[in-house]
């Protein structure tokens, strides 16, 4: 893995914005709060679907402030930049769940599996956590109408359990240690990239209820809370 591969990888995505830019680092801090610098660095005015990707990271973020556990040869860490029109600001919360789909999609075409999603952030396999998603707004960068979401997602592929922290060992665990399948980082990002656009396709067209259906089929259990936030997605979708 290094910055000229995934510049051919880049260039050979049949997508029109998602990860026609990337970004590759050996380690670094967390590839979310880099992404969060482009920004800033810019002013909001940053190229939409640029990927920061690491084969390590050293302060990897999670939920709740949470440290997201990211040694090399564990699994892929990316995030993803994306600039919505300003009038999705209430839809935002399908960003989250578009991402989780368009994981689940990725690993189940690339290695035969059945994934199931949690919401609102992640990806299981055999009961166990292998995935999670963090999406952040940088507010007030930009002058125009648009918003600028960070798409943080780390996948554990390769993680041996008992690498990971103490309190994680009986909760979390990896893609090739449940299922066998060596899924390499830059297999998971061609087909994440070409999968995730499709998704944003109906984001930015209004369409929720692909999404929603979509998490209800691979839900478990629908939480009390989450049959709320879905329902109301789907009373803002202009398909229903
Ligand atoms: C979770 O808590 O389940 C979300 C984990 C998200 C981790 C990813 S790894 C790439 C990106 N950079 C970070 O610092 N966090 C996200």
Redesign the pocket.
């Known amino acids: 893995m290094n910055q000229k591969a995934y510049n051919q990888l880049a260039q050979g995505l049949p997508t029109r914005s998602i990860g026609k830019k990337i970004i590759f680092f050996d380690e670094i ?5 880099y ?1 969060r610098e482009i920004i800033l660095g810019k002013k909001g005015k940053v190229k939409e679907g640029t990927m ?1 990707i ?1 084969a390590a ?1 050293t ?6 402030d ?1 440290s ?1 556990h ?1 040694p090399k040869e564990g ?5 993803l930049i994306l600039t919505p029109p300003a009038d999705l600001e209430k839809a935002l919360p399908a960003v989250s769940l578009m991402a989780g789909a368009a994981v689940a999609e990725s690993l189940e075409d690339i290695s035969k599996m059945d994934l199931s999603l949690k919401y609102p ?2 990806i299981y396999l055999e009961g166990r ?1 292998v ?4 999406t952040e707004r940088v507010g007030g960068v930009t002058d125009f109408n648009a918003l600028c979401v ?1 798409l ?4 554990n592929l390769y993680n041996d359990p008992f690498s990971f922290p103490k309190e994680l060992q009986s909760t979390a665990s990896s893609i090739l240690h449940l299922s066998d399948s060596k899924i390499t980082p830059m297999e998971f990002v061609q087909s994440f990239s070409v999968h995730l656009e499709t998704w944003y396709d109906h984001f930015l067209r209004w369409n929720f209820l692909e999404i929603v259906n979509c998490w209800k089929k691979r839900m478990a259990i629908v939480p009390k809370e989450a049959k709320g936030k879905l329902e109301g997605l789907i009373a803002l979708s202009a398909v229903r």
């Open positions: 801090g967390s590839t979310s709060d992404a920061v690491a990271q302060k990897g973020r999670g939920q709740f949470r997201w990211s699994g892929v860490y990316l995030s952030n992640d956590k995935g999670g998603i963090l960070i943080g997602v780390g996948i």
